[in-house]
């Protein structure tokens, strides 16, 4: 069975970077999809990028892009957020998931599309 876990939060000040880390464990590790997500107390969990198994096709949403990157290194099974330009409303819960193996269509945005969850690495951006 696939696990999944994340490290690399903390705190830090608004305008400041981390790289939060996605270690995956199990034989076919490298074969899937990956997402990262973040959730606020009272709020749905929202998308923040994805990457394709071979690294070749990533995306965002709005509020990250230009900020954020999303990449991988699929020799270490671990896949990689890199936040630069923290603002204390990126304060959240970071998730990374599996999506399973379907077309890429569009930005996969959707925590339905993903089968097998973390348990989370606490962010929290001052101002």
């Known amino acids: 069975q696939l696990q999944l876990v994340e490290s690399g939060g903390g705190l830090v000040q608004a305008g400041g970077s981390l790289r939060l880390s996605c270690a995956a464990s199990?034989?076919?590790?490298?074969?899937?999809?990956m997402g990262w997500f973040r959730q606020t107390p009272g709020r749905e969990r929202e998308f923040v990028a994805a990457?394709?198994?071979?690294?070749?096709?990533?995306a965002y949403a709005d509020s990250v892009k230009g900020r954020f990157t999303i990449y991988r290194d699929n020799a270490q099974s671990t896949v990689y957020l890199q936040m630069n330009m923290l603002k204390p409303e990126d304060t959240a819960v970071y998730y990374c998931a599996r999506r399973p193996m379907s077309p890429w269509v569009g930005a996969p945005s959707f925590t339905y599309e993903y089968d097998i969850w973390g348990q989370g690495t606490q962010v929290t951006v001052s101002s």
């Open positions: 990457i394709s198994w071979s690294g070749g096709r990533t």
């Open positions: 199990g034989r076919t590790a490298t074969s899937y999809d």
